[in-house]
């Protein structure tokens, strides 16, 4: 499977933003779906993750409450919908696919990634 994320950019403190990230190839609904962020100088951080059917998601207590992960398999597509930003989210966002078991949150449990997309938090 390809993965390519969007929806990236700039935004305020308190503000709110939705990436995306488009699946082709493969059969999407064998794959669960994690978003990862990367910030300057650090290593990269797990924030969400959904199973194949969507019923199933975590989170970090970094982003709970704020950040939520859809999915729609008719689409192939997986979001990040980013409420209440704070300039600590500032990172290089990344969407990621693991085919099989979805219950993973480190990076290298993951098989699949797209190219990163890059969000700033102003304060």
């Known amino acids: 499977v390809q993965l390519q994320a969007s929806g990236g950019g700039l935004v305020q403190t308190g503000g709110s933003l939705r990436l995306s990230c488009a699946a082709s190839?493969?059969?999407?609904?064998?794959?669960?779906m994690g978003w990862f962020r990367q910030g300057p100088g650090k290593e990269r951080e797990f924030v969400a993750r959904?199973?194949?059917?969507?019923?199933?998601?975590y989170y970090p207590d970094s982003v709970k409450g704020r950040f939520t992960i859809p999915r729609d398999n008719a689409k192939r597509m997986a979001y990040l919908q980013m409420n209440s930003l704070k300039p600590e989210d500032t990172a290089v966002y990344y969407c990621?696919?693991?085919?099989?078991?979805?219950?993973?949150?480190?990076?290298?449990?993951?098989?699949?990634w797209g190219q990163g997309t890059k969000v700033t938090v102003s304060s």
């Open positions: 959904i199973s194949q059917d969507g019923t199933n998601t």
């Open positions: 990621a696919a693991r085919n099989g078991a979805y219950a993973y949150i480190r990076p290298q449990d993951y098989d699949y």
């Open positions: 190839g493969g059969t999407f609904t064998n794959y669960g």
